[in-house]
């Protein structure tokens, strides 16, 4: 079992800059990939970020060149760094974890998710 908590959400005017922490325990944190997913209001939850062991990271079109993650193994957290956010990235933001990752946009590519945090970007 992996247990996975986020912090750091918040209220943030557009061009403002947040950043996301996600705390894992239970199980050794390098042996899992890490990725970053988002819930806008009524609408589905979509793929953000994903963290591979390996280092290499990928992003979904929309926060390239904004959106940073990266992760601390000596801490076991993955961080989720957000620049020159935007209304549209108004959601809730949910840490995810799994040892396998087959299809890095589907939810049930991950067995392990947190409980999410709220990022709200006032215009």
């Known amino acids: 079992q992996v247990q996975l908590v986020e912090s750091g959400g918040g209220l943030v005017q557009a061009g403002g800059s947040l950043r996301l922490s996600c705390a894992a325990s239970?199980?050794?944190?390098?042996?899992?990939?890490m990725a970053w997913f988002r819930q806008p209001p009524g609408k589905e939850r979509e793929f953000v970020a994903i963290?591979?062991?390996?280092?290499?990271?990928y992003y979904t079109d929309s926060v390239k060149g904004r959106f940073t993650i990266s992760r601390d193994s000596a801490k076991s957290t993955v961080y989720l760094q957000m620049n020159s956010l935007k209304p549209e990235d108004t959601a809730v933001y949910y840490c995810?974890?799994?040892?396998?990752?087959?299809?890095?946009?589907?939810?049930?590519?991950?067995?392990?998710w947190g409980q999410g945090t709220l990022v709200t970007v006032s215009s």
């Open positions: 995810a974890a799994d040892a396998s990752v087959s299809i890095i946009t589907d939810l049930r590519s991950y067995d392990y």
């Open positions: 239970g199980r050794t944190f390098s042996r899992y990939h």
């Open positions: 963290s591979w062991i390996s280092g290499r990271t």
